[in-house]
């Protein structure tokens, strides 16, 4: 099935007004996905929050069957969180490390989940070993393969880095992972909207999204998959009436499925919102929007990669919709800011968000320009000429 791309770009109303490449950092959501969110907002408005909570129920009962289908999960596995770094804690802070335990994890990896683990490391003793990269800046299978050891506790990964197109093998991953009964983490933050995902061919005990990115959903929004089979043993870190019953003066009793993960007040709109936008991601169908990305990606990796001073920095075998790149003497930012200025969005990708790959290459930083299905060829020309004159104004 091939995508009507006029019509998705019809019922996408920042289309008229900016050219938006940071899906990465936030996308353009759909009009249906902007009527959901903004029709509960009135609800609540007109009748009360409680009220209009009751009378939506169905739809907001509906957001976990709509989330597990756009990766091949079970409704039950699905917890609502306001976004990813917290889902992700509520993964990886319920777990737990004893001295000498060892956190696998990949020189890609995001900020906000390596700096937990230096936390967890310095409160318990464990210890994160990062598993080099192979020949394409991917992790290296073998080397985590030889990494596993009886102390090894969890494999971590981010699934698609914030600061480029590499794609991890996160099914590889989770066969190693899986065949040596360890605990596997996935933030597929980038890549849940993004490409076809099934949790259960990646063999993921927890995985993290947000709404906003990939999934075109409102901002404050993301979610949690917990793998039944293999993390219902597993209380979270936080509970409340919401997660837990209060069975007894001294008791109290865990509910069964993924909710336990979640709070009880939460930004409904939003719920309601990504449950649109889940939706209509799925009715897209996911292989085609994924062909459709790389290909926009690949034909903007193919206008950039002859201009002058420019040079490409994503890694890996498969690329997927974050395209990255360095300006040879020009500062990222302020080149940012002059396409800002013509409403062309793009974003700086800093050692802040991901210090070891970044450095590691000697980036200070890279310009990311990440596609989306409402994108198209003759922006991505709009873009290249507007980036070309901003450079040699620079
Ligand atoms: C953006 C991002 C996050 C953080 O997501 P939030 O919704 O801002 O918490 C985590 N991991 C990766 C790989 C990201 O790109």
């Known amino acids: 099935m091939s995508l009507d791309l006029a019509r998705i770009r019809a019922e996408t109303p920042g289309c008229k007004s900016v050219l938006h490449l940071n899906a990465a950092g936030s996308s353009l959501p759909s009009q249906r996905t902007l009527d959901a969110t903004l029709g509960h907002l009135k609800l609540e408005a007109e009748i009360g929050g409680y009220e209009a909570a009751d009378k939506m129920r169905g739809t907001l009962d509906g957001f976990y069957p709509s989330v597990a289908k756009l990766i091949g999960a079970e409704p039950g596995e699905i917890a609502y969180v306001e976004n990813a770094t917290r889902a992700w804690d509520l993964a990886f802070y319920s777990l737990d490390f004893k001295p000498g335990d060892r956190i696998l994890t990949c020189v890609s990896e995001y900020s906000s989940n390596y700096i937990s683990y230096l936390q967890v490391a310095k409160k318990t003793g464990a210890e994160i070993v990062v598993v080099p990269d192979d020949r394409h800046g991917q992790i290296d299978l073998t080397a985590l393969e030889r990494a596993i050891d009886r102390r090894t ?49 990646i063999g993921c005990d927890f995985l993290s999204a947000t709404g906003r990115k990939y999934m075109r959903g409102p901002r404050g929004t993301g979610f949690l998959y ?16 919401h997660a837990a019953r209060w069975t007894g003066d001294n008791e109290y009793a865990v509910i069964g499925d993924a909710k336990r993960f979640e709070n009880w007040e939460r930004y409904f709109a939003g719920v309601i919102g990504l449950k649109a936008a889940a939706d209509q991601a799925t009715e897209l169908g996911m292989d085609a929007v994924w062909a459709r990305l790389r290909e926009l990606a690949d034909g903007l990796r193919v206008r950039l990669k002859p201009l002058k001073g420019i040079t490409l920095t994503d890694l890996g075998t498969t690329q997927g919709a974050i395209v990255t790149f360095a300006a040879a003497g020009a500062d990222h930012t302020a080149l940012k800011m002059a396409l800002r200025s013509q409403d062309i969005n793009v974003s700086v990708s800093t050692q802040f968000s991901s210090r070891l790959d970044l450095k590691g290459r000697g980036l200070k930083d890279v310009m990311r320009a990440s596609v989306h299905v409402y994108n198209t060829e003759a922006e991505l020309d709009r873009f290249v000429k507007a980036l070309e004159a901003a450079y040699s104004a620079a």
Do not use: W
């Open 153 to 201: 506790k969890l494999v971590s990964i981010s699934h698609i880095p914030t600061q480029g197109g590499l794609v991890q093998p996160a099914e590889a991953v989770g066969k190693i992972v899986n065949d040596a009964g360890i605990m596997y983490i996935l933030d597929a933050c980038q890549s849940v909207g993004m490409m076809p995902l099934d949790v259960k061919q």
């Open 226 to 241: 917990a793998r039944t089979r293999s993390t219902s043993h597993i209380e979270p870190i936080f509970l409340d009436n």
